[in-house]
């Protein structure tokens, strides 16, 4: 609290005056600020003199009504990036993707060391009698051996009844070959090369060729009477690559003609998969029926002679796991003995198919045998 003396006149004692309760409670304020002047020298203002008379703290007063929100302020400046926390836990395992392109295959590895030879093992059941066995053509008549000793006794006779010829008194019989166990007609020729329009002979005959020509060893007579007219009943060309279309790095198509049989073997990439290129892409080769889904695989008329199918076939082509692409289309005489692949959905132009598995194509022929193999 300030404290002022003043001396109220010249005949009064100075007297101690508590401003502060007198301005409060007289409303004194302006005389006295005008004696403090006057008498003491005091040069402020009456409110920096009033000023001067500071109360007690009062009471915190009723909170007055929230003023209205004010402005957004400006952003502050980014703090310093904190430490990196620890690592979490790994997520769930995702999904397997789709299985990227095939590569191209790598150069065969050289062969192992060949593995020590294996016991012998135990001998099979002996197989069953065979059938007997036609009988042969009579052979040459022998040298006539020395004339025996006379008989003693009573004379013999010789009867012949049918084919069996017997001596009398229980001298015993033969039985004589019948005219028809002999077939002079019937025989085997064995020659080198193929023996249409070279070898005449009668229905029935057989043929050896020991050169095995294209294949085919054994052929038999089964029509006319002059050069013409033989058929391959023993051959086998062995397994023949193909020049394909559409095909994807190294893939093959191979034929096989084993006497009236025609197979196909499709193979050449990863665990024996087939491919073809993209559509568009090198080699690619479109069948005009369907351009999008259709393609080439040997093209019109692309099937050897001597491999080629009486009428036309289809079947199904796979993925490795066994769901269907499509399906594989040879053509017989009336659709240019072609092959094909026809998928069920359009082949991508973007990305290559390399894990086909192709159903099997086997079927009978009746064309002559290939006077030339592929």
Do not use: C
């Amino acid at each position: 609290m300030t404290t002022y003396v003043f001396t109220l006149s010249d005949k009064t004692p100075a007297v101690e005056i508590d401003v502060k309760e007198t301005v409060i409670s007289q409303g004194a304020g302006q005389d006295l600020y005008d004696r403090a002047k006057k008498e003491l020298g005091y040069t402020g203002t009456f409110g920096e003199f009033l000023a001067t008379f500071k109360g007690e703290k009062g009471e915190r007063g009723t909170d007055g009504l929230a003023g209205a929100k004010g402005d957004k302020g400006d952003t502050g400046e980014r703090g310093i990036q904190g430490e990196r926390g620890a690592d979490g836990l790994p997520g769930a395992r995702g999904e397997r993707g789709e299985q990227g392109p095939i590569g191209p295959a790598g150069p065969k590895g050289a062969d192992g060391l060949p593995g020590t030879k294996g016991e012998r093992g135990a001998d099979g059941a002996k197989g069953d009698k065979g059938d007997t066995g036609e009988r042969g053509p009579i052979g040459p008549q022998g040298l006539q051996g020395e004339r025996g000793r006379d008989g003693v006794g009573i004379a013999q006779k010789l009867t012949l009844s049918g084919n069996t010829l017997t001596l009398s008194d229980g001298g015993g019989s033969v039985t004589l070959p019948r005219q028809e166990d002999t077939p002079s007609q019937q025989y085997e020729i064995h020659g080198t090369g193929m023996p249409n329009g070279k070898v005449e002979a009668p229905v029935g005959t057989t043929y050896v060729d020991t050169n095995a020509t294209n294949g085919a060893l054994k052929w038999i007579k089964r029509t006319g009477s002059n050069n013409q007219g033989w058929e391959v009943l023993t051959g086998d060309t062995g397994w023949r690559t193909l020049n394909i279309h559409s095909k994807l790095g190294a893939s093959y198509l191979k034929v096989r003609r084993k006497n009236d049989t025609v197979m196909y073997q499709f193979g050449g990439l990863s665990w024996g998969w087939f491919g073809i290129v993209r559509r568009g892409g090198p080699g690619y080769s479109m069948q005009p029926s369907d351009k999008e889904r259709n393609v080439f695989i040997l093209g019109l008329r692309g099937i050897p002679e001597g491999f080629r199918s009486e009428f036309s076939l289809i079947g199904g082509i796979y993925n490795d796991k066994g769901t269907p692409y499509g399906t594989w289309y040879v053509g017989g005489p009336g659709d240019a003995f072609m092959l094909r692949f026809q998928f069920a959905d359009p082949v991508p132009t973007d990305r290559d198919i390399g894990d086909i598995r192709v159903s099997p194509i086997m079927y009978l022929t009746n064309e002559p045998w290939p006077t030339s193999l592929p």
